[in-house]
T-cell receptor
């Protein structure tokens, strides 16, 4: 069974530029999560989708971050414009449904300079 | 906001010893999960314990849950150097659609 795929693995951008991350969850998984993990901290939930609907985006900085889940499968997370404090690893995870184990991708390491 | 808090923040032991990590949380939960993260990699699910369960085992892992104290512990027995990683607890709250919230983690170092 293929795991959660994320791309790119690494990205370096200048502040005020825009960036997009892509995630392909495990086939059949209804729930998709995006997390931000700053070095030395635990993952912080940015947004949770159930199929193509948003379950929770209370921690998403909506003035600069946006996310969508096309047709309830793939998802993209965008930052525009980026700030220095956005430097982090962005993790995508999926699960069959809420309240079950989540499977994580390898993450995208973003450096904003 | 983070739901869980792990204790200790860092733990260093010798191979063969047992490692115990604790997690406390604030609100009522459906499930509590433990994950492992090796440096520079994604998180790997270790074990899920439901709110009506008190103890669960998986290989060398033993997890306990005390809902009255809102706490959980993860015990790794007979640790190996390969167990060196960060360990996170994650909770999903009742009536919040499986919103999975992580703690800050415990960094475990197992010396050969």
């Amino acid at each position: 069974e293929a795991g959660v795929a994320q791309s790119p693995r690494y990205k370096i951008i200048e502040k005020r530029q825009s960036v997009a991350f892509w995630c392909n969850p495990i086939s059949g998984h209804a729930t998709l999560y995006w997390y931000q993990q700053i070095l030395g901290q635990g993952p912080k939930l940015l947004i949770q989708f159930q199929n193509n609907g948003v379950v929770d985006d209370s921690q998403l900085p909506k003035d600069r971050f946006s996310a969508e889940r096309l047709k309830g499968v793939d998802s993209t997370l965008k930052i525009q414009p980026a700030k220095l404090e956005d430097s982090a690893v962005y993790l995508c995870a999926s699960s069959l449904e809420g309240y079950t184990e989540a499977f994580f991708g390898q993450g995208t390491r973003l450096t904003v300079v | 906001s983070q739901q869980g808090e792990e204790d200790p923040q860092a733990l260093s032991i010798q191979e063969g010893e047992n490692a115990t990590m604790n997690c406390s949380y604030k609100t009522s939960i459906n499930n509590l999960q433990w994950y492992r993260q090796n440096s520079g990699r994604g998180l790997v699910h270790l074990i899920l314990i439901r709110s009506n369960e008190r103890e669960k085992h998986s290989g060398r892992l033993r997890v306990t849950l005390d809902t009255s104290k809102k706490s959980s512990s993860l015990l790794i027995t007979a640790s190996r150097a390969a167990d060196t990683a960060s360990y996170f607890c994650a909770t999903d709250r009742r009536n919040q659609g499986g919103k999975l919230i992580f703690g800050q983690g415990t960094e475990l170092s197992v010396k050969p």
